[in-house]
């Protein structure tokens, strides 16, 4: 996502009221504040202190008529949801998807910050195969009719050699389909199947997270050939806007996808001349985000995503567990189909090593790709709590973090904003920005 300096703007309903019209004139402002409240343009309480504001007016002189307009304002979560109305800032709280299953107790594999006032859902979803032993997934969304959701991680194999494709298909691992770009993948696969029935306005282009995930690229090369493997790595990047009704109501989003491919050279065999040569075996690895909100509101909501974005953080020790346990079922499985191959032994094996070392690379690509994906979708610097030491890495976009002894952050960009002086509740020490 690129940046954008638009803040989500709220729209506040004019009124007119002539005294001789004034009932009616009531009826139906009334009728638009319930309006604004079911569309999500107006938060519960706006709505109510708009609603007593109507209530409790007096009609004006008979023969007057004016429209009272205020300025557009920035959403602000604050701790009972409300907008706090006094600066642009967001109150968040720390949310954790626990893997509860997986291993001998809980752990936690993911966390990020969200507003106070929103809702949130994790899970962790084990596979039956060899393509991915776990799915991490959430979905956050707020009363303001704005959502954000992981969507699971999809992993395809490819090779330029019919052999090996034969042998991929056979194991009935992942699907077997040629590399494609970021927007195919979109188009084809991801909101067919994810927004069946949206209407699907543009695939667009990200230029700066196109370039920061070429960089994440160049150094899995990098990794690879320190390991021995000779891979050549590119990655992709798009996202695909969208427009459709929700529970009745018009809404908007877009679905984000980046995606890392992996060519390994792999070793062939002619069946016909039993000659061998090489072939190009791909392992294609893409992660999707889904972003909503109400018509109108998308554009103007992109800071606000990509700041929730920018908190995500992949637990690792429980990656380094998941991969270790995917890797070992991995080189399991191949060597199952290799020993009940009645091909050459040699070229078999060969090849099955090749296939092997491609899952340990599409883990490994994945790996340091989710370790930095939030900052390749989002800046962000690093904090230090100077009461502890403790630090963190929260959105740049914003200048100023606080913390408190409920694990609670406020982000602002304002100068001056003091939580302790203008929420009147709890007790916030200021994160120090730490220089690099």
């Known amino acids: 996502m690129g940046k954008a300096r638009g803040a989500l703007t709220v729209l506040v309903i004019g009124m007119v009221s002539p005294c001789a019209f004034a009932a009616d004139k009531k009826t139906e402002q009334m009728k638009a504040l319930d309006n604004a409240l079911q569309a999500g343009v107006l938060t519960k309480e706006e709505y109510e202190a708009k609603k007593a504001a109507l209530l409790a007016s007096t009609p004006p002189a008979a023969s007057s008529s004016e429209t009272v307009s205020t300025q557009a304002k920035q959403q602000k979560p604050a701790a009972d949801g409300a907008n706090s109305g006094q600066a642009n800032y967001y109150r968040l709280k720390q949310v954790k998807v626990v893997d509860q299953h997986g291993f001998e107790k809980p752990i ?11 809702q949130f859902q994790g899970n962790i979803k084990y596979l039956n195969g060899s393509c991915g032993l776990a799915q991490t997934t959430f979905r956050a969304s707020g009363p303001d009719g704005r959502s954000i959701e992981l969507l699971p991680e999809y992993n395809w194999v490819w090779s ?31 909101v067919p199947k994810v927004r069946p029935g949206a209407r699907l306005v543009a695939v667009e282009p990200i230029p700066k997270i196109a370039k920061q995930m070429q960089e ?9 050939a320190q390991a021995g493997l000779r891979a050549s790595v590119r990655s992709d990047v798009g996202r695909a806007r969208l427009q459709y009704t929700l529970n009745g109501q018009s809404v908007e989003g877009w679905v984000t996808a980046v995606t890392l491919t992996t060519a390994i050279p792999s070793p062939t065999l002619n069946m016909q001349t039993m000659q061998q040569g090489h072939a190009n075996y791909y392992t294609s690895w893409a992660q999707m985000f889904d972003l909503r909100t109400p018509s109108g509101q998308l554009d103007a909501s992109q800071k606000f995503f990509e700041m929730i974005a920018s908190t995500i953080r992949v637990d690792p020790d429980w990656q380094a567990r998941v991969s270790a346990v995917q890797n070992n079922i991995a080189a399991a499985n191949i060597k199952g189909a290799a020993d009940r191959s009645r091909i050459i032994s040699k070229s078999n094996a060969e090849i099955s090593n090749t296939i092997t070392k491609g899952y340990e690379e599409r883990s490994k690509s994945r790996d340091r790709a989710m370790q930095k994906y939030d900052q390749a979708l989002r800046g962000v610097e690093t904090y230090r709590n100077p ?50």
């Open 387 to 436: 009461n502890t030491g403790e630090t963190f890495e929260l959105s740049n976009e914003y200048g100023h973090a606080w913390i408190n002894g409920n694990n609670e952050y406020i982000l602002s960009d304002r100068e001056g904003f003091n939580p302790n002086v203008e929420l009147r509740q709890g007790n916030w020490t200021q994160l120090e920005r730490v220089k690099q």
């Open 160 to 190: 330029d050699d019919a052999f090996t494709i034969q042998a991929l298909q056979a194991q009935r691992g992942c699907d077997v389909m040629r590399p494609m770009s970021a927007a195919d993948l979109l188009r084809r696969v991801v």
């Open 108 to 118: 936690p594999a993911m966390s990020l910050l969200i507003p106070t006032d929103w």
């Open 216 to 224: 994440i690229a160049r150094r899995n090369e990098a990794m690879s």
